[in-house]
Every structure is written in C-alpha cells, then in structure tokens.
C-alpha cells in the first residue's frame, strides 16, 4: 500500500518527469534521471503519510432540526408514533431495496455512493434506534422534561468500492442523533439533532493532499449527507406521522 498506491494521484505537470531527459552532457542517462526524481516522489509521499500516521484525520458535521408538530387530539401522540421504530425507520429510508432488519432494533444500510475527491464510496452502516424515557439515558441537549426520545446510533460499518490500494489503515465512524417532541402547554415541536463525524488515518496515496484541502472537501461531503436525512426527517416522517395519526383514528372508529 506504500509507493504504488502514492502515485498516481500526484499533481504533476506536463512534461514534469521527463523535462530534462533531452539534456545531453550531465554524466548521467535520462533513465537514471527519471529513476531519482521518481523516488524522490515516491519518499516524499511516504514522508508525508508517516507524519499523518499518529494524528488521523477527523471530519465532522452536526445538523439540527426543530419544526412545528401537530399532535393535539384526537389521534395517536409523536410518543406512540416513536415506539414503533420499524415504521419510524421505513420512513426515513424508504428504500427497502437497500435496509435489511437485522433484529427488533437494528437495520443495516447500503447508502448512496459517496464522491470524494476522484473516489466513489460506498458506506455500509448497522443503524441501532432505541426509545428512551423518564429522562433515563438521554443523549446529550434533550431537556428531561420531554417524555421518550428516539436513538440513533451507528455500531458498525464498512467502506465498498475502494480498492486495498486506497484503504485507510484506521477508519472510525459515528453516527448519532436524537428525534423528539417537545412540548410547551398546547404547542409541539419536532426537534432532534444529527452528528456525523469520521477519523481515520490516510492511506499513502492521499498523504500529499493539504490537510485544508481534504478537511473542506471531507466535511462538505458529510454536510450533504446529513442534509438529506433532515430532509427526509422533515418530509418523510412527518408525512408518515399524519397518515399513522389517521390510522389511529380509524381503529378508534372501529371500537
């Protein structure tokens, strides 16, 4: 994974390498000049990586979000509607094509193809949500007067799409977040928050990349990410929430 893997990607420019092979005169051949100046790169690259090695590189990005809820009576509370994780989940990724239950509080995710950089990644992520209440366990910035809370949290995953080549050495990923209702009097709101952040130890042919560079890039990749499970957040679930309240209503009827 060292020199073949640094090479490729390198910012050369044209004719960089092989500029001066038509030198004539200099005690050397254009073969023996090329050699150098190619482990010139390849140490420089190796040089960089082994400075990264003992500090990874870690991106981060937190949405919130906090809307209107309508859940005044007649009809089932956002309480009720977030005791059944199964739906909850099937709203925010309705793609069955791409979630698998593993057991009654966790589903594995295929998601979307991420581009960063000139690589396409394909994250695989094993989703735990759990109910929370009483103020028992909540995550962090939930009042404890809010009734249940619904988890996220990532507890496993894995990278598709990326050659051995371009594997980090150390990948760490978390997903975490939090969706209630909080209410004041007569008035509701859904709120909740989402953190996404990934550390790893770059492989040899990203080292030459500037820190910069690959932190803007990185953090805009997961800003767009958690963007579109707010979204699905704001329109999915909500949707699904009015049509579970008028189930509600429905089997009331029938009683």
């Known amino acids: 994974m060292g020199e073949v893997g640094a090479v490729p990607f390198l910012p050369f420019r044209q004719g960089f390498l092989f500029s001066s092979s038509s030198r004539r005169g200099t005690g050397t051949s254009a073969k023996e000049r090329v050699g150098k100046r190619w482990q010139r790169v390849v140490v420089t690259a190796n040089s960089h990586h082994l400075q990264r090695q003992q500090n990874p590189s870690t991106f981060s990005s937190t949405i919130s979000t906090d809307i209107p809820l309508s859940e005044s009576p007649p009809g089932a509370s956002f309480d009720e509607y977030l005791s059944n994780r199964a739906r909850v989940f099937q709203a925010m990724f309705p793609d069955k094509h791409r979630s698998q239950r593993l057991n009654n509080e966790e589903w594995r995710i295929q998601m979307l193809p991420l581009d960063f950089l000139f690589l396409s990644v394909r994250p695989v992520i094993d989703m735990r949500l759990r109910c929370k209440s009483e103020g028992k366990d909540y995550p962090p910035g939930v009042p404890p007067r809010v009734t249940r809370v619904l988890e996220l949290q990532a507890i496993k995953w894995e990278l598709q799409g990326l050659e051995n080549v371009l594997k980090p050495s150390h990948f760490a990923l978390c997903v975490k977040g939090a969706l209630y209702s909080d209410r004041r009097g007569i008035h509701s709101r859904l709120r909740g928050q989402l953190e996404m952040s990934i550390s790893c130890i770059l492989p040899p042919a990203l080292s030459l990349i500037p820190e910069d560079v690959l932190k803007g890039v990185s953090e805009s990749v997961l800003r767009r990410l958690v963007e579109r499970m707010k979204q699905k957040v704001n329109e ?13 209503l429905k089997i009331q009827g029938r009683r």
């Open 236 to 248: 999915s679930l909500l949707s699904d929430f009015r049509e579970f309240r008028r189930e509600s």
